[in-house]
């Protein structure tokens, strides 16, 4: 997680639509729009309620050109209006963003994506989700998103279908809890389950630690008769500093499996069993 921070602007014309924005020494709050302001932020979130939404498309519009625009949050006092939020970003010539979201003055996603922010922390804290059907569909702070089937992760398929919807995001976005089965799921866990190129990563990292590793390699790369210099990509020089423990990559494990005749995942856990991991 980083922890250095950042400068956060907020366009916030109607602070009572969103009493739980915090106060804080990384945020700049503006009720105009001050272009000098917004152009010296690292990270822009307007906060608006439909009836303002137009009066901030010139900011948004800016914000987003200087690739600063972060989200778009629109506070509605009632439910139905937002079904109403695509047509009506239509009219006002603004595009749908796919950080655009609804929220009620009572939510706590403003305060959640603020807090990340400041914090530098937006990539690995949750925002929101939402239970659709057999998955569970999550955003974090940075509006990058998750759609993860309840069956693929272990301590999900314990919930029955009728309390999948019973849990809570945590005040702080660190995790959810369904507190009527103590399961707790963080954002590793979910991209874990659902994202094949980061379960990768972490499985690489976690075995460039193990001390096992560079035999591992060694010793599949015996099994395979693939001497040092047969792994296209990787000089011999590489493949041996790799089988000493001195390091590696997610790149060189492709390449590592590739020359096995393998997928990154099936070659990642082989070294997984070998190591006893």
């Not at 239970?131 to 955003?139: C, E, G, I, R, T």
Request: aromatic share 6%; proline share 4%; glycine share 6%.
């Amino acid at each position: 997680m980083n922890n250095g921070g950042s400068d956060v602007a907020l366009l916030l014309p109607d602070s009572a639509l969103f009493p739980g924005v915090p106060r804080r020494a990384c945020v700049k709050r503006f009720s105009e729009p001050d272009a000098a302001g917004l152009a010296s932020a690292d990270h822009v979130i307007v906060l608006v309620s439909l009836a303002n939404l137009e009066w901030a498309g010139p900011t948004i519009k800016t914000a987003n050109e200087r690739r600063v625009l972060r989200w778009i949050l629109l506070g509605v006092s009632k439910d139905e209006q937002r079904d109403l939020l695509p047509p009506f970003l239509n009219h006002v010539r603004i595009r749908c963003f796919r950080n655009a979201l609804a929220v009620g003055s009572e939510s706590a996603i403003p305060r959640r994506i603020v807090n990340a922010f400041c914090i530098g922390a937006e990539a690995e804290l949750i925002a929101d989700a939402t239970a659709v059907d057999d998955q569970l569909f999550v955003v974090n702070c940075a509006a990058d998103s998750w759609l993860v089937p309840f069956e693929s992760i272990r301590a999900m398929r314990q919930i029955p279908r009728s309390r999948r919807a019973d849990f809570i995001v945590a005040e702080d976005g660190s995790h959810i809890v369904w507190s009527s089965h103590d399961v707790h799921l963080d954002l590793q866990s979910i991209r874990f389950a659902s994202d094949p190129e980061y379960r990768d990563k972490v499985i690489a990292d976690s075995l460039l630690s193990n001390r096992k590793l560079g035999e591992a390699i060694a010793k599949l790369r015996g099994e395979a008769d693939l001497r040092q210099s047969d792994i296209e990509g990787l000089s011999e020089r590489q493949v041996r500093r790799i089988e000493h423990g001195e390091g590696g990559s997610l790149a060189a494990f492709r390449l590592l499996a590739t020359a096995h005749g393998m997928e990154v995942a099936e070659y990642l856990d082989r070294l997984a069993m070998e190591t006893g991991r």
